[in-house]
């Protein structure tokens, strides 16, 4: 991919739901194919006629990428309790599956949108999931799918889907609901069985179809599927292969794939993959053939993998010495014994990350302390800056003086080329005997540590 197509994730989406298909203009030929081309329309039209909503607010967006990103594709506020609005384009898109909702209300309703949609709904108060349905025959039975979900057994929502795949062969409704489908579906218990199911696993679509990344329960399908087998290096390694088989690395779907395993792997952070980020990142993510992340992202993803190479998992952490704002003298190793858990932290006051990291893990940690009252828990930080000036008062303004807050004394600060912390933040989860356990900040995975090893004890 040449460097002209290193663009955001968020922007690559943009591009691609309102692109248009240009073409040379062919002469034509007869009457019936100018007309034909006349009549061709592209994007969509959704009119939607409102009762009792004056200055109520409508958002019209889809959800797309690997954390399940919320992009606002139109927005209107009513200004009439009697008011008919319209959410259109008239570019070619890509059929996916859009949401409407009120904004301040939780609800939402979903829409099949694909191109040369038109839609008309009718909307008499704040209960978006009353919303009616008076042209297009599809969302009309899709809304009555969703009101059926809350009240069906799972063999007549299965038998609904059933029948809708077979009555709209060709739209994004057809792709949601085999998805839905291989949700559903029972899975082998056997181990050998297991592994044959998940071998076969993404038999049932086109891995690149274009429409993939727009379909919401594209994460639930990802979650089954990864879940198969029990999550661990060897299971997880063999998954990535199957999955990134056959993928064209030049497609959005290489890139929406790629996102999603780096996000998973960081979810699952406790399970200890590091083996599989190592292998991953340089089968599928430093490969310059298949350059699918931005110059950003990629020296973030580099950056972990130096420090994972440096210092992985289970190595013992380097040693050195510190001093607190009094002067008085800290060596790492002497911290680290008299605690269960260590989670040290390498900032600066200025950096911007910093200042918004450091208050929510002060939040998580102090909920884990009041959780775990018979354990020990610190929070060491190291100033990693050579300007001392505002390090006090950070400290104090963000309320963190329970931590022991250290700075380095080596003016050559080579504890930076040790743990590879030229950049701020960084953060190393450390036990009692000085083992790293982990090199980020992941509250989910670091409760989930605390949980299995504190109740061995």
Request: glycine share 2%.
């Amino acid at each position: 991919m040449t460097s002209n197509k290193k663009k955001n994730f968020t922007l690559l989406l943009l591009l691609t739901l309102c692109s248009v298909a240009f073409s040379q203009v062919k002469k034509i030929t007869s009457l019936q194919s100018a007309e034909s081309s006349k009549n061709a329309q592209n994007g969509y039209v959704i009119n939607i006629v409102t009762k009792n909503l004056a200055n109520e607010k409508i958002l019209f967006y889809i959800v797309y990428g690997p954390m399940k990103q919320k992009m606002t594709i139109d927005s209107l506020t009513l200004k009439s309790n009697n008011q008919k609005i319209v959410f259109k384009s008239d570019k070619k898109i890509i059929g996916a599956i859009y949401y409407l909702q009120i904004v301040k209300e939780d609800k939402t309703i979903a829409l099949v949108v694909n191109n040369n949609s038109k839609i008309n709904l009718e909307l008499e108060n704040k209960n978006i999931e009353s919303i009616k349905c008076t042209l297009s025959e599809e969302n009309k039975e899709f809304i009555n799918y969703q009101n059926q979900e809350k009240k069906a057994d799972n063999a007549s929502l299965l038998a609904t889907r059933n029948i809708l795949l077979k009555k709209y062969p060709n739209s994004v409704l057809n792709l949601f609901f085999k998805i839905e489908n291989k949700i559903a579906e029972t899975q082998p218990q056997a181990l050998e069985e297991k592994i044959k199911y998940r071998n076969s696993f993404f038999n049932f679509f086109d891995k690149q179809d274009k429409r993939i990344y727009l379909i919401p329960n594209i994460y639930k399908l990802l979650y089954s599927y990864i879940t198969i087998l029990p999550i661990n290096n060897e299971n997880y390694t063999e998954n990535i292969d199957l999955l990134f088989k056959g993928l064209n690395c030049s497609t959005q779907n290489y890139t929406f794939y790629t996102k999603w395993v780096l996000s998973n792997l960081t979810f699952y952070e406790s399970k200890n993959l590091e083996k599989t980020y190592t292998y991953f990142y340089k089968k599928y993510v430093d490969d310059v053939k298949c350059d699918v992340l931005t110059n950003a992202e990629k020296n973030i993803e580099k950056n972990k993998y130096i420090t994972s190479t440096k210092l992985p998992n289970g190595s013992n952490v380097p040693d050195f010495s510190l001093v607190d704002s009094k002067l008085t003298e800290y060596k790492l190793s002497d911290i680290y014994p008299q605690n269960d858990y260590t989670f040290l932290i390498f900032f600066s006051p200025s950096c911007h990350h910093c200042q918004e990291t450091l208050p929510k893990v002060k939040g998580i940690f102090d909920q884990l302390i009041t959780f775990y009252p018979t354990h020990k828990i610190k929070v060491v930080t190291v100033l990693n800056d050579l300007e001392e000036n505002l390090w006090e008062k950070f400290i104090t303004d963000n309320k963190l003086e329970s931590w022991l807050n250290l700075k380095n004394i080596d003016p050559k600060k080579k504890y930076q080329e040790d743990f590879n912390t030229y950049s701020n933040p960084n953060f190393f989860l450390i036990d009692a005997t000085g083992k790293i356990i982990m090199k980020t900040y992941n509250p989910y995975a670091i409760a989930e540590i605390f949980k299995l090893n504190f109740k061995k004890k």
